[in-house]
């Protein structure tokens, strides 16, 4: 699997800008069965060990051969990336998509998206502090989210800036609230905010682009 190159653009009666169509996203909360919520959790707590471990080469060796054979098991369970669970489950923290830091949606709609974000081990960065890159990140998805309420289109990120205003906790359940500014023709200002109680963290405002009809 690791030569294999997913594919990352979607079939011709999927294209939307490069994109599944948003009418069918979040549609399907049974994609990946019952036990996928658990599968990614427990993926989630192998990330947060990995992130601090120092295995001895007993300890090493062993693992690397059980994730070896894990690898290959789950090689029949790969597809490509429009058929993933993480376009649907809603039911789960940041859809079951392992790249995110996990969090849970309060309120979205075309007015802005309010969530819980919790920023585990896997994402330090130092001195028990989230890393910046994994707040952007957080961010980032989060206004894709909000702008895609707004407007009812398929966007890109033109730009996002972040303004790290005091140390972004770990493993503790934060606030995020994302807004749209403003739109002008295919451009959509944004704005959010990141909270551990009421002490501000983080902030950042952005540009998306609404695409044009088969723009990637």
């Known amino acids: 699997m690791s030569e294999q190159q997913v594919e990352a653009l979607a079939p011709e009666e999927h294209h ?107 994402h330090l960065g130092g001195n028990s502090a989230a890393h910046g890159g994994h707040i952007a990140l957080g961010f980032d998805d989060l206004l894709g989210m909000t702008v895609a309420l707004n407007t009812r289109a398929v966007t890109r990120t033109a730009f996002l800036h972040v303004d790290y205003r005091s140390i972004t906790p770990l493993n503790t359940e934060l606030q995020v609230h994302g807004w749209v500014e403003r739109q002008e023709g295919r451009k959509v200002f944004v704005r959010a905010t990141l909270h551990d109680g009421d002490r501000l963290c983080a902030e950042a405002h952005g540009l998306f682009l609404l695409l044009k009809p088969g723009q990637q």
């Open 16 to 122: 939307e800008g490069g994109f599944r169509p948003i009418q069918t996203l979040g549609r399907d909360a049974s994609r990946g069965g019952p036990h996928y919520g658990e599968f990614i959790e427990q993926v989630r707590g192998l990330m947060d060990r990995v992130r601090l471990a120092s295995p001895t080469d007993e300890v090493a060796l062993e693992a690397i051969a059980t994730l070896k054979e894990l690898n290959a098991k789950l090689d029949s369970a790969v597809g490509d990336e429009w058929d993933a669970p993480a376009w649907h489950r809603n039911d789960l923290p940041a859809r079951g998509n392992i790249t995110l830091p996990p969090f849970l949606i309060d309120a979205a709609s075309a007015e802005g998206v309010r969530a819980r974000i919790t920023f585990r081990t896997f």
